[in-house]
């Protein structure tokens, strides 16, 4: 049975950082890259980092620079280091693998990440 569970989000000043982490049970952690999604206020969920089974991240444009994904194999878990963020990082951030889809893949309930001053 699979399972996620994100935490370490919270609310931060435009130019904090925060460190999320997602604990990953079953085979999903082990057979796959994972990635960090975000779903932004009336918009759809979408990938913003990822890292392949071999730790090798790639990242979409407008965090390159700001957010580092990892994994460690041996805890079945995946971390997202974010810094420098800005207003328009808020969002709920949800781990899952590379791929994953609303219909098909079950997801955690995702970890609030709110950037204000």
């Known amino acids: 049975q699979v399972q996620l569970v994100e935490s370490g989000g919270g609310l931060v000043q435009p130019g904090g950082s925060l460190r999320l982490s997602c604990l990953a049970s079953g085979n999903i952690f082990s057979d796959n890259a994972m990635g960090w999604y975000r779903q932004a206020p009336g918009k759809q969920r979408a990938l913003v980092a990822g890292v392949t089974i071999g730790g090798r991240p790639y990242y979409v444009d407008s965090v390159k620079g700001r957010f580092t994904i990892s994994r460690d194999n041996a805890k079945n878990t995946v971390y997202l280091e974010m810094n420098s963020l800005k207003p328009e990082d808020t969002g709920v951030y949800y781990c899952?693998?590379?791929?994953?889809?609303?219909?098909?893949?079950?997801w955690g309930q995702g970890t609030q990440v709110t950037v204000s001053s």
């Open positions: 899952n693998r590379h791929g994953a889809t609303l219909r098909n893949d079950y």
